[in-house]
């Protein structure tokens, strides 16, 4: 029985804040019989996570330092395999391919950039790079960028990443906590944590996994509202003026700018208005708020259009829809970014709804119906 640790690492975290099935409890004791490295991951696990931290009860046992650095390692190789549960059923899109004209767009994609404080600005391209600047060191490549601050002390400078359509990149925070960014997001983050919090801002989808500090609470502010945690792993989307967060393990407080308030608990999400309002708990299905780390998005019954707009993302494009109605339909299936956007293209065009595509003068991609 093939084993893929990081998979088992966040199964056997569900199993701790008592998420998982029976089916999957079943599995995670197949497993420990089976191979002696998913044994020794639980009693890391054991070790490091001996009592369950929640905002109520910050004296709780947080793990040691000897213990972390190996937890954090593993938990950053989640942007390679982080799906936490066997996929269920659903009733997925897959048609045969026809032949269409399409003139695809010759622009070159946007690099990431870190904006320094300072205003100066630094492309982060693909090649393995160490770059000095005024308060810390660099390492960057094409997937992640650390740094080693310079200096700890005075007020924080704020720098901001930006991760444009296309591309996925992650980010090690100076207190250690790992941030990967989707397509179309902004992150705002000192080098240095200096004061009574930790504080960042972020715009788009990021999965964070915080690194605990039991005296220092990490804080997320969004255009909707803020969310305190301790130490804790999430995912946080906002695209759109929508605010969802998606809690895989430890327990997070969410403040909303008109007032809604939440504590949250394991396997539970969030979702508030874009005003920071109307705040509701409902749970969530983690192959579906969890795929895009590892470039899949996975959908069921959602509208044609809230599709299109993870595809310009994605790839970097824009996409109109020649009929309103059209952007009603509903769609299951998978987005896979590995794949050409043809092949997204063609599986809608064969479909029945969508006619045809085609790109206009300005280079966005048109949705034709047979209305």
Same mark, same amino acid.
């Given at each position: 029985?093939?084993?893929?640790?990081?998979?088992?690492?966040?199964?056997?975290?569900?199993?701790?804040? %008592?998420?998982?099935?029976?089916?999957?409890?079943?599995?995670?004791?197949?497993?420990?019989?089976?191979?002696?490295?998913?044994?020794?991951?639980?009693?890391?696990?054991?070790?490091?996570?001996?009592?369950?931290?929640?905002?109520?009860?910050?004296?709780?046992?947080? *793990?040691?330092?000897?213990?972390? *650095?190996?937890?954090?390692?593993?938990?950053?190789?989640?942007?390679?395999?982080?799906?936490?549960?066997?996929?269920?059923?659903?009733?997925?899109?897959?048609?045969?391919?026809?032949?269409?004209?399409?003139?695809?767009?010759?622009?070159?994609?946007?690099?990431?950039?870190?904006?320094?404080?300072?205003?100066?600005?630094?492309?982060?391209?693909?090649?393995?790079?160490?770059?000095?600047?005024?308060?810390?060191?660099?390492?960057?490549?094409?997937?992640?960028?650390?740094?080693?601050?310079?200096?700890?002390?005075? *007020?924080?400078?704020?720098?901001?990443?930006?991760?444009?359509?296309?591309?996925?990149?992650?980010?090690?925070?100076?207190?250690?906590?790992?941030?990967?960014?989707?397509?179309?997001?902004?992150?705002?983050?000192?080098?240095?944590?200096?004061?009574?919090?930790?504080?960042?801002?972020?715009?788009?989808?990021?999965?964070?996994?915080?690194?605990?500090?039991?005296?220092?609470?990490?804080?997320?502010?969004?255009?909707? %509202?803020?969310?305190?945690?301790?130490?804790?792993?999430?995912?946080?989307?906002?695209?759109?003026?929508?605010?969802?967060?998606?809690?895989?393990? %430890?327990?997070?407080?969410?403040?909303?700018?008109?007032g809604a308030k939440a504590v949250l608990k394991p396997c539970k999400a969030a979702i508030m208005d874009g005003a920071g309002g109307l705040l509701r708990e409902?749970?969530?299905?983690?192959?579906?708020?969890?795929?895009?780390?590892?470039?899949q998005y996975r959908f069921r019954q959602q509208s044609l259009r809230e599709i299109c707009n993870v595809a310009e993302r994605w790839y970097g494009v824009t996409i109109r829809l020649d009929n309103q109605e059209l952007g009603k339909l509903k769609y299951s299936g998978?987005?896979?970014?590995?794949? *050409?956007?043809?092949?997204?293209?063609?599986?809608?065009?064969?479909?029945?709804?969508?006619?045809?595509?085609?790109?206009?003068?300005?280079?966005?991609?048109?949705?034709?119906?047979?209305?």
């Amino acid at each position: 029985m093939a084993l893929d640790l990081d998979e088992f690492l966040l199964l056997l975290l569900r199993q701790k804040d %008592g998420c998982t099935s029976w089916t999957e409890d079943r599995y995670i004791e197949r497993i420990l019989r089976a191979h002696p490295e998913a044994r020794r991951l639980t009693e890391d696990i054991l070790e490091t996570f001996p009592q369950q931290p929640t905002l109520d009860n910050r004296q709780a046992a947080w *793990p040691r330092p000897a213990v972390w *650095p190996a937890w954090r390692r593993r938990i950053r190789n989640i942007a390679a395999a982080v799906l936490v549960a066997a996929l269920t059923g659903s009733s997925f899109l897959f048609f045969s391919y026809r032949e269409d004209r399409l003139y695809a767009s010759t622009a070159p994609s946007p690099e990431v950039t870190l904006q320094l404080a300072n205003g100066e600005a630094i492309r982060l391209g693909d090649s393995n790079r160490t770059i000095p600047v005024k308060d810390a060191l660099l390492s960057t490549n094409s997937e992640m960028l650390r740094f080693t601050t310079k200096t700890a002390g005075g *007020p924080p400078g704020y720098n901001t990443l930006v991760v444009p359509a296309t591309h996925l990149y992650s980010i090690t925070l100076a207190d250690g906590t790992v941030v990967h960014m989707n397509a179309g997001s902004v992150l705002r983050f000192p080098f240095a944590f200096n004061g009574r919090s930790r504080e960042v801002y972020v715009e788009g989808e990021a999965f964070f996994s915080v690194a605990p500090h039991a005296q220092q609470p990490f804080i997320v502010h969004t255009p909707q %509202g803020d969310v305190t945690v301790l130490g804790t792993a999430f995912n946080l989307s906002t695209y759109g003026n929508r605010f969802m967060l998606s809690l895989v393990s %430890g327990s997070v407080a969410i403040a909303g700018h008109k007032g809604a308030k939440a504590v949250l608990k394991p396997c539970k999400a969030a979702i508030m208005d874009g005003a920071g309002g109307l705040l509701r708990e409902t749970d969530f299905e983690s192959e579906q708020v969890l795929g895009w780390l590892r470039g899949q998005y996975r959908f069921r019954q959602q509208s044609l259009r809230e599709i299109c707009n993870v595809a310009e993302r994605w790839y970097g494009v824009t996409i109109r829809l020649d009929n309103q109605e059209l952007g009603k339909l509903k769609y299951s299936g998978i987005l896979n970014k590995q794949e *050409p956007l043809t092949t997204f293209l063609d599986k809608l065009r064969n479909n029945g709804e969508v006619q045809g595509y085609y790109y206009d003068m300005d280079g966005t991609i048109v949705l034709k119906t047979h209305r």
